[in-house]
């Protein structure tokens, strides 16, 4: 059972194994169309797509962040309608560094379906590889997919400002590029800046320049040095609308960090009360 990261030779091998499911997750913020376009232009053989607002997300309101959890029993269904159930080995990825494909990593976990794992490099270093891509759609067998959601694995607004207002031993963790921390530039929410005593941790510092995960060693070090002793149970993970924290939570895994959690409205959902404190800067 994979359940962190997966190369591309070892997805190869297993690739007309019926009781692997591939999951395509390309997507882009700025064009929601694009991943679906790009799958049907060429996908790993087999593979099954997952669009991020329609599948991994449900729809936005006026009091929630962009990528609010999908209903647990419509996640479920679409699981098992892509052939998915409790014995299945799932493998996700996007383009390359996982931003995206976390997301349905980290999802599946909190139906507690252990056996995912993220292909590192996601489909460029596929390519890179060696291997190839096809247009053509897979044949499914429809299986059935039991959901045990989780709830303990992610916080919701209510507990973060509890949370800074403890000032505790805890740590809030800011996957979001070092500018939109500091409240330089906000392509996507309305107001730029970040919660107040969290901690930017931008996911990019998770790979190599090859848009694959550091070694395990390093990705510990990484993440110790930014805890500075404080425990994991009690770190959350956030970024602009709880996407790419769960590249964060992913990386935590991989170093055998376990226990963050994820705020799951982040940055969009904070900035929908104005009563809300901003902090900008480092």
Same mark, same amino acid.
């Given at each position: 059972?994979?359940?962190?990261?997966?190369? =591309? !030779?070892?997805?190869?091998?297993?690739?007309?194994?019926?009781?692997?499911?591939?999951?395509?997750?390309? /997507?882009? *913020?700025?064009? =929601?169309?694009?991943?679906?376009?790009?799958?049907?232009?060429?996908?790993?053989?087999?593979?099954? &797509?997952?669009?991020?607002?329609?599948?991994?997300?449900?729809?936005?309101?006026?009091?929630?962040? #962009?990528?609010?959890?999908?209903?647990?029993?419509?996640?479920?269904?679409?699981?098992? @309608?892509?052939?998915?159930?409790?014995?299945? !080995?799932?493998?996700?990825?996007?383009?390359?560094?996982?931003? &995206?494909?976390?997301?349905?990593?980290?999802?599946?976990?909190?139906?507690?379906?252990?056996?995912?794992?993220?292909?590192?490099?996601?489909?460029?270093?596929? !390519?890179?590889?060696?291997?190839?891509?096809?247009?053509? *759609?897979?044949?499914?067998?429809? #299986? $059935? /997919?039991?959901?045990?959601?989780?709830?303990?694995?992610?916080?919701?607004?209510? /507990?973060?400002? %509890? /949370?800074?207002?403890?000032?505790?031993?805890?740590?809030?963790?800011?996957?979001?590029?070092?500018? #939109?921390?500091?409240?330089?530039?906000?392509?996507?929410? $309305?107001?730029?800046?970040?919660?107040?005593?969290?901690?930017?941790?931008? &996911?990019?510092?998770?790979?190599?320049?090859?848009?694959? &995960?550091? =070694?395990?060693?390093? *990705?510990?070090? #990484?993440?110790?040095?930014?805890?500075?002793?404080?425990?994991?149970?009690?770190?959350?993970?956030?970024?602009? %609308?709880?996407?790419?924290?769960?590249?964060?939570? *992913?990386?935590? @895994?991989?170093?055998?960090? %376990?226990?963050?959690?994820?705020?799951?409205?982040?940055?969009?959902?904070?900035?929908?009360?104005?009563?809300? =404190?901003?902090?900008?800067?480092?």
């Amino acid at each position: 059972m994979y359940t962190t990261i997966v190369d =591309p !030779q070892t997805l190869a091998a297993h690739i007309d194994d019926r009781n692997w499911v591939v999951m395509d997750c390309r /997507f882009n *913020l700025m064009n =929601p169309e694009e991943g679906r376009q790009l799958y049907h232009q060429g996908h790993i053989p087999n593979a099954r &797509f997952m669009d991020l607002n329609e599948d991994l997300a449900s729809p936005k309101t006026a009091t929630t962040g #962009r990528h609010p959890l999908p209903d647990a029993q419509q996640l479920a269904n679409k699981l098992g @309608e892509l052939g998915v159930d409790e014995n299945t !080995q799932v493998v996700v990825y996007d383009g390359d560094c996982g931003a &995206f494909a976390a997301r349905t990593w980290w999802l599946l976990r909190w139906l507690g379906h252990e056996a995912v794992a993220l292909l590192d490099g996601g489909l460029k270093h596929w !390519q890179q590889a060696g291997y190839s891509v096809t247009p053509e *759609l897979p044949k499914i067998t429809s #299986r $059935s /997919f039991t959901g045990r959601p989780d709830n303990n694995l992610w916080v919701d607004t209510a /507990f973060v400002e %509890s /949370f800074i207002e403890a000032n505790g031993s805890g740590m809030l963790l800011d996957a979001r590029a070092p500018e #939109r921390f500091r409240g330089e530039q906000e392509p996507a929410d $309305s107001i730029a800046g970040h919660v107040p005593t969290a901690y930017n941790a931008p &996911f990019s510092g998770n790979l190599n320049e090859q848009q694959q &995960f550091l =070694p395990a060693e390093q *990705l510990r070090q #990484r993440f110790e040095g930014i805890l500075g002793g404080r425990p994991v149970q009690e770190t959350v993970c956030m970024c602009g %609308s709880g996407v790419t924290a769960c590249h964060n939570l *992913l990386a935590l @895994e991989i170093a055998g960090l %376990s226990g963050a959690r994820l705020y799951v409205g982040s940055w969009s959902e904070w900035v929908t009360s104005s009563a809300r =404190p901003v902090a900008t800067g480092a």
